[in-house]
T-cell receptor, first 112, second 112 residues
Framework: ETGVTQTPRHLVMGMTNKKSLKCEQH?????MYWYKQSAKKPLELMFV???????ENNSVPSRFSPECPNSSHLFLHLHTLQPEDSALYLC???????????FGAGTRLSVL | GENVEQHPSTLSVQEGDSAVIKCTYS??????FPWYKQELGKGPQLIID?????GEKKDQRIAVTLNKTAKHFSLHITETQPEDSAVYFC???????????FGTGTRLTVIP
């Protein structure tokens, strides 16, 4: 148990669906991250929320929309995804952005 | 930006033997190098890290070495055990930039 909980663990969705991934951290951290993990590729940082500031990777398509209502919760809203978006989506948190990142177990997403 | 390369992509060793995984990085400003272990169905977990002011760090059977001149760092696991089987990721960052750049991972299999 890392203190970072992701739900759901598995998600299958059609290209026209709208769904959301949820992440919650119980570590008192003030920075949270979304990563995409695809086979044989480096972990790809999608979004960072730190002290209410959002930093994003400009290559992430707009069909991915993050939301961070408070320092303990992070969402990734998904709409009109493509099959190539199928991957493991990992959430992480850290105390400030300079320290160790703690990862959740991920959500395995399949887009049909 | 930073580019991290990791080798080998797969590694099989006999139980009790040593395993070595190597990474190179491109940005000479990088000064923090963590290693993560990812077991099946789990997110990456930090196992050891090193900062640029030291050349080697050891924690029981795990050690990491850093050569800043050559811009490479390595993970050494001695007396391997079946539970060491996992995917290992190296990463590099400039603590001022705060974004971790990951390698592509090494799948380590320890054969009993």
């Amino acid at each position: 148990e890392t203190g970072v909980t992701q739900t759901p663990r598995h998600l299958v969705m059609g290209m026209t669906n709208k769904k959301s991934l949820k992440c919650e951290q119980h570590l008192g951290h003030n920075a949270m991250y979304w990563y995409k993990q695809s086979a044989k590729k480096p972990l790809e940082l999608m979004f960072v929320y730190s002290l209410e500031e959002r930093v994003e990777n400009n290559s992430v398509p707009s069909r991915f929309s993050p939301e961070c209502p408070n320092s303990s919760h992070l969402f990734l809203h998904l709409h009109t995804l493509q099959p190539e978006d199928s991957a493991l989506y990992l959430c992480a948190s850290s105390q400030d952005r300079v320290n160790i990142q703690y990862f959740g177990a991920g959500t395995r997403l399949s887009v049909l | 930006g930073e580019n991290v390369e990791q080798h080998p992509s797969t590694l099989s060793v006999q139980e009790g033997d040593s395993a070595v995984i190597k990474c190179t990085y491109s940005d000479s400003a990088s000064n923090y190098f963590p290693w993560y272990k990812q077991e099946l169905g789990k997110g990456p977990q930090l196992i050891i890290d090193i900062r640029s002011n030291v050349g080697e760090k050891k924690d029981q059977r795990i050690a990491v070495t850093l050569n800043k001149t050559a811009k490479h760092f390595s993970l050494h696991i001695t007396e391997t055990q079946p539970e060491d089987s996992a995917v290992y990721f190296c990463a590099a960052t400039d603590l001022g930039a705060n974004n971790l750049f990951f390698g592509t991972g090494t799948r380590l299999t320890v054969i009993p």
